[in-house]
T-cell receptor
Framework: TQLLEQSPQFLSIQEGENLTVYCNSS?????LQWYRQEPGEGPVLLVT?????EVKKLKRLTFQFGDARKDSSLHITAAQPGDTGLYLC????????????FGSGTQLTVLP | GAGVSQTPSNKVTEKGKYVELRCDPI?????LYWYRQSLGQGPEFLIY????????DSGLPNDRFFAVRPEGSVSTLKIQRTERGDSAVYLC???????????FGSGTRLTVV
């Protein structure tokens, strides 16, 4: 079973601060995705990273896939209250498998 | 449709009853997934369909859970003899044949009392 551990589990910061969320595994993934989920809604895809060492930027969000494709990080610069939500990483094991394994999530609260 | 539609959005049922949860995926998405999510946790995989057939049902917790997708579009998750531990949000997602990402529905919140 491939597990993804996210840290921290909870994060509460002030508007304008920077933060990093980590997603770690002992297993290799062919690709890794980050989702954000708001209360009462399903997760929404933010980004997919597929190459070891890849870095993708989405406005104030920077995503990195580890060189060994076992870990990833999400960095948010100058957080805003609208960034509040549950951030989930999810890995695709590779081969013919199409089902994602999700991490336990990081609940981010950005205070105005 | 424009997005993944799940009905009902909320379902309260008594312990021991039978429930059906419906998912209508994005048109053209051949893959369909069911996940279960407890409060503040990540989604837990239940079953995955490729077309009409279940490609992987290894996440179904026991034989009280069953899912079908008879025409390769709409799917129904069926839970028999519901237990209080089945209470959770049941999420459905679909994906295109070539894409990586899932599009999720808003989920069905199931409460067993």
């Amino acid at each position: 079973t491939q597990l993804l551990e996210q840290s921290p589990q909870f994060l509460s910061i002030q508007e304008g601060e920077n933060l990093t969320v980590y997603c770690n595994s002992s297993s290799v993934f062919s690709s890794l995705q980050w989702y954000r989920q708001e209360p009462g809604e399903g997760p929404v895809l933010l980004v997919t990273v597929v190459t070891g060492g890849e870095v993708k930027k989405l406005k104030r969000l920077t995503f990195q896939f580890g060189d060994a494709r076992k870990d990833s990080s999400l960095h948010i610069t100058a957080a805003q209250p609208g960034d509040t939500g549950l951030y989930l990483c999810a890995g695709l094991p590779g081969g013919s498998a199409r089902q994602l394994t999700f991490g336990s999530g990081t609940q981010l609260t950005v205070l105005p | 449709g424009a997005g993944v539609s799940q009905t009902p959005s909320n379902k309260v049922t008594e312990k021991g009853k039978y429930v059906e949860l419906r998912c209508d995926p994005i048109s053209g998405h051949t893959a369909l997934y069911w996940y279960r999510q407890s409060l503040g946790q990540g989604p837990e995989f239940l079953i995955y369909f490729q077309g009409t057939g279940a490609a992987d049902d290894s996440g179904l917790p026991n034989d009280r859970f069953f899912a079908v997708r008879p025409e390769g579009s709409v799917s129904t998750l069926k839970i028999q003899r519901t237990e209080r531990g089945d209470s959770a949000v049941y999420l459905c997602a679909s994906s295109s044949p070539t894409g990586y990402g899932y599009t999720f529905g808003s989920g069905t919140r199931l409460t067993v009392v």
